[in-house]
């Protein structure tokens, strides 16, 4: 689990409209569910909400545990999902069986935007001796799920209409079914107590005392993209880059960050590397390290479609070479960043980067080239596709245009992880050696890790 603690609340939701009660009433509830829910959203700085993908399912039956997660902090929210939930079957006669959901992904950390949030689901079968209806508690989480576990034939609550406003579950089934066993050990090493879990109403921490390399692991988020491309133009090459940032302070409370908690040290590096070469060189290579602050959510709207954030910070550039071939750029940076949330479900972002530079004895033209604004846009959709452009204006009509586009590769036939990425450059500055040289349009084709 990660070692970033946040506020979770947890939002259960119930499907009326399978028990047919009076149209009046079933309305009135609806509504007091859905007003308690908006108000656990709303209030709450980040959580999880948690429903079933069924209303009924016998013993043996596999039922999904489907969560959302939603981001309302100021930042980019760092989560990890358990690969194991522990849930507690409730009888209305008090009987409680144990069993395990099991993550249907890979447990990879998520960073969720501003805003923004993200699906899970978790796998689970129906145990034997669960009949009738049920009371499903997630341990450690404050929330309960209905489900009717009688077989179809059988069920009074999914199958037929209720004729009083309660109705007794089902009978059991012959027991011709057998559980999967549950191994030893499983409920203890997903968080659960030995002997029994806690109220529903309980909560417990979202993850034990972190080690050094998990504190290490959970400072660690995205920072530039990262990618590797190839084209063909002048011979066969590629641009790659590699990049992250360090989370200097962790807040004690997430959800009530201090200044120094938006302190982050970064780093990039991009080569421009000549594969048709006969000893395939790298042309260069530019290595930029960076201090800053930097925050996604200064201000937002009241409907919170809208909201800007800020960074700030001072950078190096360097090629690492000496001689006539040594180039070092330093400069430090404002950044505000305008965003807007659009109803369908994607985010554009509008970022100025204004520039000032110091100690570049080597380069003192090297703003006639590269200007003084980074002129960036960004239109990301959830789950989908993403577009960034780069606008460089220098001196004397010195223009540099950036355009990508990037896929996740998991919406196509080979459902694997990452992105297809298409870049496009033309203008000055393709590598730091070459800051003053203008390169043709070129066109590369690869793979970004993070658009």
């Given at each position: ?11 259960s ?48 039956e ?13 930042n ?25 959901a ?9 960073d ?6 993200a ?11 669960v009949?009738?209806l ?12 209905a ?37 030893e ?13 806690p ?22 988020s995205p920072?530039?993209?990262?990618y590797?491309?190839?084209g063909?133009?002048?011979g ?21 960050p ?18 048709a ?13 960076s ?17 800007a ?5 001072v ?11 040594s ?38 033209d ?6 003084y604004?980074?002129w ?21 009509g ?19 992880n ?29 793979l970004?890790?993070?658009?």
């Amino acid at each position: 689990m990660t070692h970033l603690v946040f506020d979770l609340s947890s939002v259960s939701r119930v499907q009326l409209d399978a028990v047919r009660m009076p149209l009046r009433a079933r309305l009135t509830v609806q509504a007091a569910l859905a007003a308690s829910a908006l108000l656990t959203a709303f209030s709450a700085q980040a959580g999880m909400s948690y429903q079933l993908d069924t209303i009924r399912a016998a013993s043996g039956e596999e039922v999904r545990v489907q969560g959302t997660l939603f981001n309302d902090t100021p930042n980019t929210l760092s989560w990890t999902p358990p690969k194991e939930l522990v849930l507690q079957w409730r009888d209305p006669n008090g009987k409680v069986v144990r069993s395990l959901a099991h993550l249907e992904s890979a447990p990879n950390q998520v960073d969720l935007p501003v805003n923004n949030f993200a699906a899970f689901s978790w796998r689970a079968v129906v145990p034997a001796a669960v009949k009738g209806l049920q009371a499903i508690n997630i341990e450690g989480e404050s929330v309960l799920l209905a489900l009717d576990a009688s077989a179809p034939h059988e069920s009074l609550i999914a199958q037929a209409p209720a004729q009083a406003p309660i109705v007794q579950a089902g009978a059991a089934r012959d027991g011709a079914y057998y559980d999967p066993a549950l191994p030893e050990g499983a409920a203890q090493a997903a968080g659960a107590s030995i002997d029994q879990g806690p109220a529903p109403t309980g909560q417990r921490s979202l993850a034990a005392a972190p080690s050094a390399f998990e504190h290490f692991r959970n400072a660690i988020s995205p920072f530039e993209p990262i990618y590797f491309d190839l084209g063909k133009r002048d011979g066969t090459n590629a641009r790659f880059q590699i990049s992250f940032k360090y989370r200097l302070f962790t807040p004690a409370d997430a959800s009530n960050p201090g200044f120094f908690n938006h302190l982050y040290l970064g780093y990039t590096q991009r080569s421009l590397w000549d594969l048709a070469g006969e000893s395939k060189p790298f042309i260069d290579t530019t290595y930029n390290p960076s201090l800053f602050w930097h925050q996604d959510a200064l201000w937002q709207s009241p409907e919170r479609r809208v909201f800007a954030g800020l960074a700030a910070g001072v950078q190096h550039n360097s090629n690492g070479k000496s001689g006539a071939d040594s180039r070092s750029i330093n400069s430090y940076y404002l950044e505000p960043q305008l965003n807007y949330r659009f109803s369908g479900g994607s985010t554009f972002t509008f970022a100025p980067r204004v520039k000032s530079y110091f100690g570049k004895p080597d380069n003192p033209d090297y703003a006639d080239y590269a200007g003084y604004v980074d002129w960036k846009a960004r239109w990301a959709q959830d789950n989908g596709l993403v577009l960034t452009g780069l606008y460089r204006q220098g001196k004397s009509g010195r223009k540099t245009v950036q355009l990508e586009a990037a896929w996740p590769l998991r919406r196509t036939f080979l459902d694997m992880n990452g992105y297809l990425h298409v870049q496009y450059f033309h203008g000055y500055g393709e590598t730091l050696l070459g800051y003053n040289q203008k390169s043709s349009p070129q066109v590369r084709v690869g793979l970004a890790l993070v658009p």
